[in-house]
């Protein structure tokens, strides 16, 4: 169960893999097989997986950050151009939707509402029409935005300052739950279960918080958070940044990848690892199931941590 | 411990007195922190397991339980989650859970309290005997080898002073602070080839504070319990002894176990007579019989009075650690050359405080108001220019 973009110690590598590190991974909503991989080389890729093929491939004038598919026909991206676009799998054609002040750091669509939603550095939550190009409104937010998920009717907004928005999308005017992170550091990415009953997030602390979102006491008793992707050299723990988490769509566990090349499979529920794979190379910077389960893509690239190498 | 409140029947691991809160994570604990193999890691469910294991697959004594606490780390007692626990400590543990539960987290406490300071103390102790060990011809009596790890205990030093005080023995089974004699008692030369088992605890009386090796002393002076060798009670003097004066008539105290037995009515549970016979041959071999010669090697018989007197607390803090000390650890060089329980001990003692410094963690991305992205857009690789946008 491991497809995967870099070099994998597991599963299987695919050809024509990004030529800078990978920002996002996204598989298709109902094609198993279809994944969209955003790179730092200003590229988005299609690739067939099983065939190994790279089917398409975008190329926009800066870093892409983010990606997701709306239909299996559709998929949008954002990146340091401010832009966010709308591209079609099947013609390759591409059109923007709209921009933001800033770089438009995470892109969502809503199943639920077909409406696209992007987050970005401009401190805004945009909400978009992607058959008609319209702009649905923009939410002001009160940090950065780093990362987003959304899930059913309910998009959770994570920012800096540790800052966590949920916002109900027939209503985004309304800040349904302002909540700070369980943990003490910066929100690296956050992610909705499948079940809509809450969401994970994975900090630069290594460590992953699991919340709910029902504000019942005895929900809110059963989160907690959890340390993980630390390493102990030399006495010293090297405590590396979870970029990554995936829930599998039918079990309701997840997947997380940290800076340190780990990845681990969690069963949330029952809060215990499942899975340690064996370290990839470098960082671990994207994680994506597909459709059915059945695949694990996994973006091997260094993020940065420790600033420009090479 | 726990969160929760206690709850009396919530399983207890008895090695390092934890609770779970149920009998399937205690005994996942049991073997990942008692019965791990300290060579190959594998993970056994019980003790005897675990010294079964290394003796066959590593040719190595296992002698110590991982991971205990002071008086519960013998092989000796096959426990497997609950099952096998003395009952002593059964019906001890009951009571502190109903009486308030503090002892529990006193003894704690006292693990821990072994300061660096006192670490380094002990460690320069450790250095000084070693010098005048190697100054001084090691002792070679049998007795000697089986005392260093004792000592801590406290009790049977109180002997010499007081005689057989039974009434002293079982209310303080550690800690007692070390009471010398005002005369060294030598103990014989010679050597009793084999000692009660229980002995061990005397020969810090056994030594002259003052470090002197014991072959040229005369036997007058010798401790009580140190007389009937191979087991005799002390009526029947050993021909060169004289009992000191202080002595009752040879009679073992009430509720003294005949000698050269393991007494099980000392203390207040098996815990710390059952963890005394295991533990000062600890590097080597079976725990009694015949103090193997090497361990005569370094025993106290250098350290002087005032020495001692962190000995008790080292006694407490160190058994855990120490296990592991001189088996897991190969890198303590000092342990390695010197078995003697002492030399163990302090080596443990610089090891405790090693275990928390790890704790020191470092972010590898430490920037907790920008992201790593936001910084990785400002290279000028990534420099976007608004005007070029199409």
């Given at each position: 169960?491991?497809?995967?973009?870099?070099?994998?110690?597991?599963?299987?590598?695919?050809?024509?893999?990004?030529?800078?590190?990978?920002?996002?991974?996204?598989?298709?909503?109902?094609?198993?097989?279809?994944?969209?991989?955003?790179?730092?080389?200003?590229?988005?890729?299609?690739?067939?997986?099983?065939?190994?093929?790279?089917?398409?491939?975008?190329?926009?004038?800066?870093?892409?950050?983010?990606?997701?598919?709306?239909?299996?026909?559709?998929?949008?991206?954002?990146?340091?151009?401010?832009?966010?676009?709308?591209?079609?799998?099947?013609?390759?054609?591409?059109?923007?939707?709209?921009?933001?002040?800033?770089?438009?750091?995470?892109?969502?669509?809503?199943?639920?509402?077909?409406?696209?939603?992007?987050?970005?550095?401009?401190?805004?939550?945009?909400?978009?029409?992607?058959?008609?190009?319209?702009?649905?409104?923009?939410?002001?937010?009160?940090?950065?935005?780093?990362?987003?998920?959304?899930?059913?009717?309910?998009?959770?907004?994570?920012?800096?300052?540790?800052?966590?928005?949920?916002?109900?999308?027939?209503?985004?005017?309304?800040?349904?739950?302002?909540?700070?992170?369980?943990?003490?550091?910066?929100?690296?990415?956050?992610?909705?279960?499948?079940?809509?009953?809450?969401?994970?997030?994975?900090?630069?602390?290594?460590?992953?918080?699991?919340?709910?979102?029902?504000?019942?006491?005895?929900?809110?008793?059963?989160?907690?958070?959890?340390?993980?992707?630390?390493?102990?050299?030399?006495?010293?723990?090297?405590?590396?940044?979870?970029?990554?988490?995936?829930?599998?769509?039918?079990?309701?566990?997840?997947?997380?990848?940290?800076?340190?090349?780990?990845?681990?499979?969690?069963?949330?529920?029952?809060?215990?690892?499942?899975?340690?794979?064996?370290?990839?190379?470098?960082?671990?910077?994207?994680?994506?199931?597909?459709?059915?389960?059945?695949?694990?893509?996994?973006?091997?690239?260094?993020?940065?941590?420790?600033?420009?190498?090479? | 411990?726990?969160?929760?409140?206690?709850?009396?029947?919530?399983p207890w691991c008895w090695y390092c007195d934890r609770?779970?809160?149920?009998?399937?994570?205690l005994?996942?604990h049991q073997?990942?922190k008692h019965f791990k193999?300290l060579?190959?890691?594998?993970?056994l469910n019980t003790a005897g397991g675990m010294v079964v294991h290394m003796q066959?697959?590593?040719?190595?004594t296992c002698t110590t339980v991982a991971g205990a606490i002071p008086g519960r780390d013998t092989v000796d007692i096959e426990i497997f989650g609950m099952e096998g626990i003395p009952e002593a400590d059964l019906q001890a543990h009951i009571e502190k859970?109903?009486?308030?539960?503090?002892s529990g987290?006193?003894k704690k406490?006292d693990i821990?309290?072994?300061?660096?300071?006192?670490?380094?103390?002990?460690?320069?102790?450790?250095?000084?005997?070693?010098?005048?060990?190697?100054?001084?011809?090691?002792?070679?009596?049998?007795m000697?080898g089986m005392q260093p790890p004792q000592a801590p205990y406290g009790m049977p030093m109180q002997y010499?002073?007081?005689?057989?005080?039974p009434?002293g023995y079982p209310p303080q089974p550690y800690g007692a602070?070390?009471?010398?004699?005002?005369?060294?008692?030598?103990?014989?030369?010679?050597?009793?080839?084999l000692y009660p088992p229980y002995q061990q605890g005397m020969p810090p009386?056994?030594?002259?504070?003052?470090?002197?090796?014991?072959?040229?002393?005369?036997?007058?002076?010798?401790?009580?319990h140190?007389?009937?060798?191979?087991g005799?009670?002390?009526?029947?003097?050993?021909?060169?002894?004289?009992?000191?004066?202080?002595?009752?008539?040879?009679?073992p105290p009430?509720g003294m176990p005949p000698y050269g037995v393991p007494p099980p009515q000392f203390g207040p549970g098996p815990g710390p007579n059952q963890q005394w016979p295991p533990r000062p041959p600890m590097p080597f071999l079976p725990p009694r019989p015949t103090p193997p010669?090497?361990m005569?090697?370094?025993?106290?018989?250098?350290?002087?009075?005032?020495?001692?007197?962190?000995a008790p607390?080292d006694g407490y803090s160190q058994p855990a650690p120490q296990m592991s000390a001189p088996m897991?650890?190969?890198?303590?060089?000092?342990?390695?050359?010197?078995?003697n329980g002492a030399?163990a001990d302090?080596?443990a003692?610089?090891?405790?405080?090693?275990?928390?410094?790890?704790?020191?963690?470092?972010?590898?991305?430490?920037?907790?108001?920008?992201?790593?992205?936001?910084?990785?857009?400002?290279?000028?690789?990534?420099?976007?220019?608004?005007?070029?946008?199409?």
């Open positions: 169960m491991a497809g995967a973009t870099g070099t994998a110690p597991l599963g299987f590598e695919l050809a024509n893999s990004p030529t800078d590190g990978i920002s996002a991974l996204a598989f298709s909503p109902d094609d198993p097989e279809l994944l969209l991989a955003a790179s730092w080389d200003k590229k988005v890729r299609l690739y067939d997986v099983n065939a190994d093929l790279l089917r398409s491939e975008w190329t926009h004038k800066a870093a892409v950050l983010d990606v997701c598919f709306s239909t299996a026909s559709q998929c949008f991206s954002v990146g340091l151009d401010r832009k966010l676009k709308s591209m079609d799998v099947n013609t390759s054609a591409e059109r923007i939707v709209g921009s933001h002040e800033d770089a438009i750091r995470c892109v969502v669509y809503g199943q639920q509402t077909g409406q696209v939603m992007t987050g970005s550095w401009d401190k805004h939550v945009g909400v978009w029409d992607p058959r008609t190009n319209a702009s649905l409104g923009k939410y002001t937010q009160p940090e950065k935005v780093f990362s987003m998920d959304v899930v059913d009717y309910t998009l959770v907004v994570a920012m800096a300052g540790r800052t966590i928005h949920v916002y109900d999308v027939r209503n985004m005017k309304e800040t349904l739950q302002p909540r700070e992170s369980a943990m003490k550091f910066m929100t690296r990415t956050v992610r909705c279960m499948p079940n809509g009953k809450g969401f994970v997030t994975g900090s630069i602390e290594g460590r992953v918080a699991v919340e709910y979102f029902d504000p019942a006491k005895e929900s809110q008793a059963k989160k907690y958070a959890f340390k993980c992707h630390r390493q102990t050299m030399d006495d010293i723990e090297q405590i590396y940044a979870v970029n990554a988490v995936a829930f599998h769509p039918k079990f309701g566990t997840f997947a997380t990848g940290g800076s340190d090349g780990v990845l681990n499979l969690w069963d949330g529920n029952n809060r215990k690892r499942l899975r340690s794979y064996p370290q990839y190379p470098t960082g671990i910077s994207a994680l994506a199931f597909n459709c059915d389960g059945s695949l694990l893509a996994v973006a091997s690239s260094y993020t940065f941590d420790e600033g420009e190498k090479e | 411990m726990g969160k929760k409140k206690r709850q009396e029947d919530k609770e779970f809160d149920d009998e399937k994570v005994i996942d073997r990942i193999c060579e190959c890691n594998k993970k066959q697959v590593h040719k190595q859970l109903s009486g308030g539960g503090g987290k006193r406490v821990g309290a072994l300061t660096p300071d006192q670490i380094q103390r002990q460690m320069a102790e450790f250095k000084k005997q070693q010098q005048q060990m190697a100054s001084a011809p090691p002792p070679q009596m049998g000697h010499p002073s007081q005689g057989y005080p009434q602070p070390p009471q010398y004699g005002g005369r060294p008692f030598m103990p014989p030369q010679g050597g009793y080839p009386q056994g030594y002259p504070p003052q470090g002197m090796p014991p072959q040229g002393m005369p036997p007058q002076g010798m401790p009580p140190g007389m009937p060798p191979h005799m009670p002390p009526q029947g003097m050993p021909p060169q002894g004289m009992p000191p004066q202080g002595m009752p008539s040879g009679m009430p010669p090497q005569g090697g370094t025993p106290p018989p250098s350290r002087s009075p005032s020495q001692y007197e962190p607390f897991s650890t190969p890198s303590a060089p000092e342990s390695a050359g010197y078995s030399a302090v080596c003692a610089a090891a405790v405080p090693a275990a928390p410094a790890k704790k020191t963690g470092q972010l590898v991305y430490s920037d907790n108001e920008i992201s790593v992205e936001e910084k990785r857009a400002l290279h000028p690789k990534y420099a976007y220019q608004e005007s070029a946008s199409a």
